[in-house]
């Protein structure tokens, strides 16, 4: 019997899920814009675990959504992972956010899906993959233009989702396109599958030297004097 629990903090969306043998028991989330991540984190995986009735030890691993995403919520999600498998030596497990967020979306055959978060002026975070959920372009940062996806369109109905769809709604002239404006951020719950699956492969991190994955270096303004 295993049971995951599962961290998904890449967003604005605070979210705590646990599983069992590969189904979902229970999950907790929480969406503010000013992050307050660090106020519920602990608190919902302690509800879940008093839900489910069973210690941290009782875990077979933690899971945690690696990034792209907030530098913020990354930093959370991944140290109180990291903390709680280093206190209870259990192995740790990383997903992708945005294969997080695309686990949500049932895809239709010829769907073409690109999953993006909202980063700085005209830019995005994005991901490119087949109906199947297979990787047809890897996690890049994009400048949303005119040309942006152009080269997938051909190849099937372009559905874009994630809070920073809405930059290329009015940007990229589309014919076969959808946007789905309700799949904004990505959920805990949507987790599962994905980690369930790395579990059975013994696909785990160096708790050590795991590192959120940013994918841009973090800059930050410097004080005026």
Do not use: W
């Amino acid at each position: 019997m295993s049971y995951l629990l599962h961290l998904e903090t890449a967003t604005t969306n605070c979210s705590v899920a646990l599983s069992q043998n590969g189904n979902l028991l229970h999950c907790i989330e929480n969406n503010e814009a000013d992050f307050r991540h660090s106020d519920y984190l602990h608190l919902f995986i302690e509800q879940l675990l008093n839900k489910a009735q069973i210690e941290v030890k009782q875990l077979s691993a933690v899971a945690v959504s690696m990034g792209p995403g907030s530098y913020t919520g990354l930093r959370i999600g991944i140290s109180s992972a990291k903390g709680l498998c280093y206190a209870n030596d259990l192995p740790l497990i990383a997903v992708n956010s945005l294969e997080v967020l695309a686990a949500a979306y049932s895809a239709q055959d010829d769907d073409i899906l690109i999953p993006m978060f909202d980063a700085r002026r005209m830019e995005v975070y994005a991901l490119v993959l087949n109906a199947q959920k297979e990787v047809l372009q890897a996690t890049e940062a994009v400048i949303v233009t005119p040309d942006s996806f152009q080269e997938f369109q051909s190849q099937g109905r372009l559905v874009f989702f994630g809070n920073g769809a809405t930059k290329c709604k009015d940007v990229i002239p589309l014919t076969n396109s959808l946007f789905v404006e309700e799949l904004q951020f990505p959920s805990a719950r949507n987790m599962v599958a994905l980690v369930t699956a790395k579990f059975e492969a013994n696909s785990t991190e160096d708790v050590a030297y795991f590192e959120p994955f940013y994918l841009k270096d973090f800059y930050t303004n410097m004080p005026k004097r």
